[in-house]
């Protein structure tokens, strides 16, 4: 089974830090996202990358920026960490060859950021 | 841009009852894949069941089938003899044929009581 994983479940740090999330796929995988969950706006995506040191932005990029040294980890970066931040981070993977037939996201289990 | 929208943020539902989670979304393309997924308390996201645009056949798996209307931009999930372990959040998501990107509604939290 593919396995993402996300190195904290749980963070908790102080405003103006600069916080690092780290997401590593153990499949290979092309894509990889990160997306940041908020009760009542869903899931919305922060950034993604279709390679290494590719990067796109998603829709809400805003103080947020990430590094793709290498295929199987994707890191989320908060340059200066602010209260508005405090929220469900979560990474995903998908293949970008199979994703047409297979269509499927895999998730890590999330990492909870509290901004104090 | 797309938009997805779940108007209703929580639902319950009986055990054994069957429950329907709505989701409209919006978009100018004329192919593109639907999906809802489910987080339970673990947080760990689970693909529930997907729907090809240009499939006219609603999608079913196992208790999990859709209503997909193409024309008001409507797919909703229908759950049948719902089980405890149904009780998660579902998120309605969307992707364009073209793209690798999904775009998420924000989410209906259901419960199943016993």
């Known amino acids: 089974d593919v396995k993402v994983t996300q190195s904290s479940r749980y963070l908790v740090k102080r405003t103006g830090e600069k916080v690092f999330l780290e997401c590593v796929q153990d499949?290979?995988?092309?894509?990889m996202f990160w997306y940041r969950q908020d009760p009542g706006l869903g899931l919305r995506l922060i950034y993604f990358s279709y390679d290494v040191k590719m990067k796109e932005k998603g829709d809400i990029p805003e103080g947020y920026s990430v590094s793709r040294e290498k295929k199987e980890r994707f890191s989320l970066i908060l340059e200066s960490a602010s209260t508005n931040q405090t929220s469900m981070y979560l990474c995903?993977?998908?293949?970008?060859?199979?994703?047409?037939?297979?269509?499927?996201?895999?998730f890590g289990s999330g990492t909870q950021l509290s901004v104090l | 841009a797309q938009t997805v929208t779940q108007s209703q943020p929580e639902m319950s539902v009986q055990e054994a009852e069957t429950v329907t989670l709505s989701c409209t979304y919006d978009t100018s393309e004329s192919n593109y894949y639907l999906f809802w997924y489910k987080q339970p308390p673990s947080r760990q996201m689970i693909l529930v069941i997907r729907q090809e645009a240009y499939k006219q056949q609603n999608a079913t798996e196992n208790r999990f089938s859709v209503n997909f209307q193409k024309a008001a931009k409507s797919f909703s999930l229908k759950i049948s003899d719902s089980q405890l372990g149904d009780t998660a959040m579902y998120f309605c998501a969307f992707r364009e044929t073209s793209g690798s990107r999904l775009t998420f509604g924000e989410g209906t939290q259901l419960t199943v009581n016993p």
């Open positions: 499949m290979d995988h092309e894509n």
């Open positions: 995903a993977s998908s293949s970008l060859w199979t994703f047409a037939t297979n269509e499927k996201l895999f």
